[in-house]
């Protein structure tokens, strides 16, 4: 099941298809197959995730996927869309016309260019915001915005580069869909999501620093 790829596996997904494994059994197995793969130098390894484990290439092997597959895309994230990053991640959910308010200035351009990339989503009258149990801002720096790429690489604190999802692995990671934001309509709200979380290293929105305001 790991070998296959998709989502991250968990204890209930394997257990609904292998009779009578208990979470206890599916963590003991994990654990000795990672014991056989490093015995027999293996180029991967079981790790886990928010939502799960996954199979994945070591780190010593990532340059060899690189030169078949090509490096990461990568694109910077403007000061602009930091900021209205910021503004959602601290403030939802919140709206469109709010985060203008707050910003003071259109921000349309820089939400859908957070949802292409996965670190926000739209919620519609009604939804709640998606669970963290499925990868924080200190001082954000800003840097030029390239719209040739799809991956952000602007961590606030350091700039961080991320895998684009591709063939090359059975782990790798595919960012939820996002619905198109052909429309921003007062009735959106926006959210951040589990992918942002990861981005920035928190484990929930309860990480995020505390703002000057708040102390």
């Not at 010593?60 to 602009?80: F, I, K, M, N």
């Not at 090359?168 to 959210?191: D, F, I, M, N, W």
């Amino acid at each position: 099941m790991l070998f296959v790829g998709g989502p991250p596996l968990t204890p209930a997904t394997a257990a609904s298809a292998i009779r009578g494994l208990t979470e206890e059994r599916f963590h003991q197995a994990l654990h000795a197959l990672n014991r056989r793969y490093r015995r027999q130098k293996r180029p991967y390894a079981i790790v886990p995730r928010e939502d799960g484990f996954v199979l994945t290439l070591l780190p010593a092997y990532q340059h060899l996927r690189e030169r078949l597959y090509g490096g990461p895309r990568t694109v910077r994230l403007s000061q602009a869309a930091l900021d209205v990053l910021a503004i959602v991640a601290y403030r939802q959910p919140l709206t469109k016309a709010e985060v203008d308010a707050l910003r003071g200035q259109e921000s349309g351009p820089q939400l859908r260019q957070l949802l292409r990339l996965g670190l926000i989503t739209m919620l519609h009258r009604g939804e709640s915001l998606p669970s963290p149990a499925s990868e924080a801002p200190t001082a954000y720096s800003p840097s030029a915005e390239s719209p040739a790429a799809e991956t952000p690489t602007a961590n606030p604190r350091t700039a961080k580069q991320l895998d684009s999802p591709g063939p090359e692995s059975p782990a790798a990671e595919v960012p939820a869909s996002q619905p198109h934001p052909s429309t921003l309509t007062q009735a959106v709200r926006y959210g951040t999501t589990p992918r942002f979380l990861r981005f920035f290293g928190l484990t929930s929105l309860d990480d995020l620093p505390r703002l000057a305001t708040d102390t």
